[in-house]
């Protein structure tokens, strides 16, 4: 007898929504993370530094970029670790905090960054930003900032 799956009708909105979002997380990383990690070796978590890094005119301390992604701080010391030892970051002393560092892409970082971003959105086109028109793509973000913001509640 085969298995009969809920539809969207049997299932309440939130469980559904609930589920869209993790589903599409789900899929969305691990299709980034092997594009990244074949074209550039570079898994999404240490994307996901650079790509915050190079969103920022300055340099990050190192606490922002723990309270900024998806990572505890101590994957964010060892994704940077790993990043400085790879020559795409460095770390300089804060100058207004000197217990503190701050992160910044080297010239190097900088370039992977810009072609690892390039294959991010190659491989999402088809199945995430093809898909969506601009009025969907305002309504996912309002959505994650919505979500984001009230993340300790």
Avoid: I
Avoid at 48 to 71: I, Q
Avoid at 121 to 139: M, Y
Wanted: include cysteine; charged fraction near 25%; glycine fraction near 4%.
């Amino acid at each position: 007898m085969p298995k009969k799956k809920l539809t969207q009708a049997e299932m309440p909105v939130a469980d559904h929504a609930f589920y869209g979002l993790v589903w599409a997380g789900t899929v969305m990383t691990d299709r980034v993370d092997r594009a990244l990690s074949k074209a550039h070796d570079l898994p999404v978590s240490w994307f996901e530094v650079l790509l915050w890094l190079a969103s920022s005119p300055d340099p990050v301390p190192a606490s922002v970029l723990g309270n900024s992604t998806m990572l505890s701080r101590s994957q964010v010391s060892r994704v940077v670790d790993a990043l400085q030892s790879r020559g795409l970051v460095t770390r300089t002393p804060s100058p207004s905090d000197a217990r503190s560092v701050e992160v910044s892409l080297t010239p190097e970082g900088h370039q992977l960054f810009e072609a690892a971003d390039a294959t991010r959105r190659e491989c999402l086109a088809p199945v995430f930003t093809d898909l969506l028109d601009q009025d969907d793509l305002q309504a996912l973000s309002t959505v994650w900032t919505k979500l984001k913001a009230n993340k300790d509640a």
